[in-house]
């Protein structure tokens, strides 16, 4: 993740998943429910960014990396 200044949002670097961010965004949404901002929405340099907000709840935040998680180990 890149380091934050005064923001609720993160880009994080899901090069390890070798997929584009696009593929990302979709995989999320029809397995995991979750609607991640993906990379090139913002004209990331690099395919593999995705985008999070974290203005949420400590419980919020935790279940969707968890479920963010479990639909890349199935």
């Known amino acids: 993740m890149a380091?934050?200044?005064?923001?609720?949002?993160?880009?994080?670097?899901?090069?390890?998943?070798?997929?584009?961010?696009?593929?990302?965004?979709?995989?999320?949404?029809?397995?995991a429910g979750l609607l991640i901002n993906s990379g090139s929405m913002y004209r990331s340099p690099d395919e593999s960014f995705i985008r999070i907000n974290l203005g949420c709840t400590k419980a919020t935040l935790a279940e969707a990396l968890n479920r963010f998680k479990a639909c890349f180990k199935s």
């Open 3 to 31: 380091p934050l200044e005064n923001t609720y949002l993160a880009w994080v670097d899901c090069s390890s998943l070798k997929l584009t961010s696009d593929e990302i965004k979709t995989k999320q949404l029809n397995e």
